[in-house]
């Protein structure tokens, strides 16, 4: 005996942290329907002066993905072993927004406990926590951001 239950598409919504663990469009094996986006190039800079690399990704990817697939080095030190994973809990994937701001979603729960606690300056961002584009990204919009910022 089966049981399914069937519930509709708007009331499954993934967290960010969620989404952070999706595998990116065309790398399944199933067959999807492609559905077209706008894109955002992306600059991604390390503190410590080095080489920038700059992608162009879709709309609502998430930040912290977009990095580390970048090959980037979003974590130093013992970050690399004692991060959360992306799901917004200690605060080590921290990025400066130096331009476009306005093209991340809105700050989460998790990144408003981290500014009332002090530990979130103004223009950073868990990267976690940030989808990319929004809802409404212009075509060609550019989000410039610092990796590992000096706290």
Known sequence: MSLSIASPASAVRPSIACLSRRRPVGRSSRS????????VKVTITPSDGGESITTTVDTASVLRTVILD????????????????GMGNCGTCLVDVVEGADLLSEQTEAELRKVKAGKLKEGWRMSCQCLVGGDAAPEGAELSVVVRPKK
């Open 70 to 85: 970048t090959g980037a080095q979003l974590y130093g030190g013992m970050d690399r072993l004692m991060n959360c994973g």
């Open 32 to 39: 999807q329907m492609r559905v077209e986006a706008a894109s």
